[in-house]
């Protein structure tokens, strides 16, 4: 089958990017042609992973019998019409009404822009769209009332809907016929989450100088940060990392709080961050840490990497923190736990998102995992103290987290549920 993907892509930072960049080489695999039309090139830095030379060969690929090719828009000056935008729309159906002409099915990932496009050029070449929401978009963009009367509309034209069990009720709402929706079966993580490499090697950490040093960050934050990116992780302690967009619904100053504490009584450890977001919120991260010494000298700051770099990191961390908490949107369920649990470092998590995962009853404190409440900085700070000073601990709640994860992700019947149901509809099966 020939499939067109309108979505996000890498180096767009996120879960949505990253699921479509291994869906379509999960399609590919199969023996699908898969064409990715995207502005992904575009991004801008808040949100761009860090790319190397090797990284930009895998966003495509050459199977037995299938392919992806990517289809990028090209750059433009923004402001060339006023009001000033990037008309990201408009390029993307230039670009999609080419590559689709000889697809069998056009799926649109993420509704805006990308449903937008895709369904637009469904019209146009008269194809079926196939559309995959994300939580953001139907949970928060569809609140805006000129958003949703559009949205409205892909849910009328569209062939089917990808979506979850919970989420039924909130696309008929936005006008979804109940017998275009179509069921996402639950699969396993990719296979890489269970295999680290060591992290980060030389070359990393130059790029990431070479990142943080020309970008937008405030002078002042520029100059301190450089010095922090020097350092290795000293391999003869305990390394606790985190990973993820900055900000306080993410834990991130919960963390940080609690490890300058532990840093000034003098618990040994390194602290790897992998982290971005937009420039106001990384910059107050960044300045917060630079402003505790203590913490600051056992820190090292990475930007977002590629998604099938993550499990290099998460090898070198012995524990990894997950810690979002007040989430304003009530449904939305990461799947990090999961990839920190398949990676054997031990998970320190947030209790609000342990209830959310379907194996919250296996979630055993101080057994497979480390069950925290962010915004109790006593409670954080004591827990990550017994983790980070007891040898056998840290490696005990790892080791077990490990095998919850083995049985947990065992028992799917599919690599890709998203491959599943693409494949599916196009086959008409």
Known sequence: MRICIVGKYPPIQGGVSKETYYTCHELAKRGHQVSVVTNCFEVEDDFRVLMRDSDHKQLEGQYENGEVKVYATSTMLVGNHIPMSNPFVSKMIGTATEVAKGCDVIVGWYLEPYGVVATIVGSILRKPVLLRHAGSDIGRLSDNPDLAKTYSLLMEKASGVITRTPLNERLIALGLNEEKLIQGRPSCLVPNFSKGHPFPDPELIDASKERFLSGKLPEKIRGRLSSRLNESPDPDIPTIGIYGKVGGVKGSYDLINALSRLAEQGVKFNFLSLVGGRHPGLSRYLNTILEMPALAEKTLILPFIAPWRVPDFLGACQ?????????????????????????????????????????????VDSKN?????????????????????????????????????????????SRSGMADAIESFSLGT
Request: hydrophobic residues 40%; glycine residues 6%; charged residues 25%.
């Open 319 to 363: 524990a990894t923190c997950f810690l979002e908490r007040d989430f304003p949107i009530t449904f939305h369920t990461p799947q990090v736990p999961r990839e920190i649990l398949a990676s054997g470092s031990s998970l320190v998590l947030s209790r609000e998102i342990a209830n959310k995962q379907n194996f919250s009853d296996s979630l």
């Open 369 to 413: 995992v480390i069950l925290v409440d962010p915004k109790d900085n006593d409670d954080l700070r004591k827990k990550l103290k017994i983790l980070l000073t007891d040898q056998d601990l840290l490696r005990s709640v790892g080791y077990h987290g490990g095998c919850l994860s083995r049985i947990w992700e065992g028992q799917f019947a």
